[in-house]
């Protein structure tokens, strides 16, 4: 990615290695910064920053919604090189926050340079999501950052199998190179504790742990131990035909 930002008399070009990342991915690039002034400019004060940025606060350009992470400072010459490394578990990109870059004088982060990183959970976790859709045809529609996991609210196909479920949602959290993954339902049961036959809502959770040999094999994804999870939890759920 790359982008250009002005603060007189400085030019700023920043230039990020990729377009998307995932949890745990290194972020690379450099600052060129142009002086287009015949006078020396004091640079002391410029850095390259990777924050989290609270998506309305800064809309509002409000500095209490900028979290810095890791900082580069300028030191010489006409450049900063930075390489920061996401946490394993670091913000996602939504709609109501997301990693930024910023470049430019620490002391105004809205006066110099702001690019947004497109951040995807771990690709463990998206190829668990991905087994899910192909073979399933249960449909991804949001991932969000919750406290300590990733959740992905799930859409189930319109099937007569799935009917009972209203509402659906797996949350996953990785626990060192484990997969921790927990099935959450909303469905509809039948009730027999009165003389009328009635549904009713029910909440059903279901939790397994996936280890690397459950969810990967010869570094490619493993569908079938995947997949034997998915089956065993959807099994629970599954409308079955009253005899």
Sequence with gaps: MKATFFLKPLEFNLNIDGETWSQGDQVKGQLNIVNHSGDTVDLTNIKVQLCFCAAKKVKAKDESGIIVLESVDYTSGDQIAFDFKLGEDCQITESTGSLYIICGDASDPFGGGLMQLNVLP??????????????YR????????????????????????????????LQFKMVEEDM????????????????????????????????????????????????????????????????
């Design 138 to 169: 249960f449909k991804l529609k949001t991932f969000k950052n919750k406290k300590g996991f990733i959740e992905a609210a799930v859409v189930p196909p319109s099937s007569k199998d799935w009917t009972s479920i209203q509402k659906m949602s």
């Design 180 to 243: 921790d993954v927990t099935f959450n339902f909303a469905v509809k049961k039948m009730s027999f504790e009165s003389i009328e036959t009635k549904t009713k809502d029910t909440k059903l959770s279901f939790n397994h742990v996936l280890t690397p040999k459950d969810y990967s094999r010869f570094g490619s994804v493993n569908q079938d131990g995947i997949k034997k999870v998915i089956d065993e939890v959807l099994e629970q759920v599954k409308l079955k035909p009253l005899l």
């Design 122 to 135: 771990k690709k463990v976790i998206t190829d668990f999501v991905e087994v899910f859709e192909q073979f």
